[in-house]
């Protein structure tokens, strides 16, 4: 079992750090294009999954009324009306001797005697009883009672307490899921544009050299394997436009099924978005930060304190109740020879003492006990992943950050690749698939430059949220880089590819033959 040593201070302020999220994303302005800050809250608004979360907790939370109900004052009334019926048969031994029953009225002298009543000497005649077989009834019972002693109502009451901040927990956890999913989907939008443009521009441009390799061979200035490599590359870069195409069309889709909502255009996000080491800087420090602000990891500690209320529930079974009770009963008949009502009141004390319950309660605290040391397990086993997941995360952000500057070094290294290539092929050094590799190389290093400044920023986001931290400043603060002149539709076509920024690579190479 973890020793105890290895659990956090219990930290019972309320998870609701993100509710004003909520409530700042409600009221921002309407922008041509949406923003990060409008889709956030269209997902807060619509979201299925957290919906259902935030009931989940409302039922939890309601949890504490059921159980605080057991320790107030608790009144039961009883009331019932009936009709009664009585059947009876009964004879005396001596009639039998005589010939006779008792309460026979016919008169004439027997050995018992008689009576003009029908009384013999044996008794009383069924005739002559004063009893009503026949009668209406009805009763009335008021009674109040309030327990002066019950542990298992108290720890009833601890455990819903302890349920609430659990849930509490879970929909803060939920809360950060959706906006960390709904950021990446939103970048992931972003990101499957950027490298659609790269991809029409590498198809545009390949699709020029294949022209121009068609003009060579038909004067004779190039062998018609050449142009075949040309039409291989320019059916390779088609092939990875429409990809390319695909995964702008799901991630608008990704975006709705979050938000509920189709979006026409988003905002795009600016070149300037500085790309920075995260503060603070350190293994330790955002360790620290998730121990205490996760609340995955929190609702798992939140987790053994209900499993050790449970256990407290199942010891107060060897313990004895006390309670205080008023009664009062109230019942009337209708016999004939009655008249009036009974009623009678208690007021007093009731003690129970369980002595013996077949070994139950002893079972009952060791099942309790196991479900105790087993949730001690998760939270080590939480534990272990939260601060895995936070370590990684920031390698993952620092590793970003240097890969971001690389592969903008790339873009201008195989820029100048290219350029030195095609003076090659001028010259005789180099052959068109050499050049055609360059510009593949080229328009694959302007791909990945998008790809790492998105994973930056996913990344930073994701490791925001894994350390419990991740609130309306982030969101606030990437909106503050996204602008609408850069927007994204979903109908984003070849028309709408700056060529002078992506096709930029320098005029068609001759080669040496047609000089």
């Known amino acids: 079992m973890p020793s105890s040593g290895a659990l956090p201070p219990r930290n019972r302020r309320l998870p609701y750090k993100l509710l004003p999220l909520a409530a700042a994303v409600m009221f921002s302005s309407q922008v041509l294009a949406a923003d990060l800050i409008t889709i956030t809250r269209d997902a807060l608004e619509n979201s299925a999954d957290l919906a259902s979360s935030l009931s989940i907790y409302r039922s939890v939370e309601e949890g504490r009324n059921v159980e605080r109900g057991d320790l107030l004052p608790q009144i039961n009334a009883t009331a019932s009306a009936a009709h009664n019926k009585t059947y009876e048969e009964s004879s005396f031994a001596g009639a039998a001797a005589t010939g006779s029953s008792v309460g026979d ?39 109040a009672t309030q327990a002066i002693f019950d542990a298992r109502n108290w720890f009833e009451l601890q455990r819903a307490e302890e349920e609430i901040d659990q849930q509490g927990f879970s929909l803060l956890s939920d809360r950060l899921e959706l906006i960390s999913q709904t950021s990446q989907a939103y970048f992931g939008i972003l990101r499957a544009k950027d490298i659609l443009e790269s991809r029409i521009a590498q198809e545009k441009a390949i699709g020029r050299q294949l022209e121009q390799a068609r003009e060579q061979f038909e004067v004779g200035l ?33 975006l709705e099924r979050l938000t509920g909502k189709r979006y026409d255009s988003i905002e795009g996000l600016s070149e300037d978005l500085p790309i920075e080491t995260p503060l603070p800087d350190t293994r330790e420090a955002w360790t620290a930060l998730a ?127 290219l350029e030195a290539t095609r003076s090659g092929y001028e010259v005789g050094t180099r052959n068109i698939v050499d050049v055609l590799d360059a510009e593949q190389n080229l328009y694959d290093a302007l791909a990945n430059y998008a790809e790492s400044r998105y994973d930056y920023v996913t990344d930073l986001i994701a490791l925001r949220q894994a350390a419990g931290v991740l609130d309306v400043r982030d969101i606030r603060a990437l909106n503050d880089w996204l602008r609408d002149d850069l927007s994204v539709s979903l109908d984003f076509s070849a028309k709408d590819v700056d060529d002078d920024a992506l096709m930029n690579i320098g005029a068609r190479p001759t080669p040496p033959s047609s000089r």
């Open 105 to 143: 009225t016919t008169g004439g002298d027997t050995t018992g005697g008689s009576t003009p009543g029908g009384v013999g000497a044996g008794g009383f005649s069924s005739a002559g009883s004063p009893s009503d077989d026949n009668y209406n009834s009805t009763s009335i019972g008021v009674e």
């Open 222 to 254: 190039i062998a018609i394997t050449d142009v075949q490599e040309a039409q291989a590359s320019a059916d390779l870069a088609r092939a990875e436009r429409i990809a390319a195409r695909s995964d702008l069309q799901v991630s608008f889709e990704q």
């Open 291 to 417: 121990m205490e602000n996760n609340p995955t990891l929190l609702a798992t500690q939140a987790a053994i304190d209900v499993a050790n209320s449970n256990v407290d529930i199942a010891r107060s079974g060897h313990l004895p109740t006390l309670g205080a009770f008023v009664r009062y009963d109230y019942s009337k008949t209708d016999i004939d020879y009655l008249d009036g009502h009974n009623s009678a009141g208690q007021i007093g004390l009731r003690a129970s003492v369980p002595i013996f319950s077949g070994g139950r309660t002893s079972a009952q605290v060791n099942q309790s006990s196991y479900r105790l040391e087993a949730s001690q397990y998760d939270f080590e086993s939480q534990r272990r992943e939260t601060v895995q997941q936070v370590r990684s995360l920031l390698t993952e952000v620092n590793n970003d950050v240097s890969t971001v500057e690389a592969r903008r070094q790339a873009i201008v290294s195989n820029r100048s690749a």
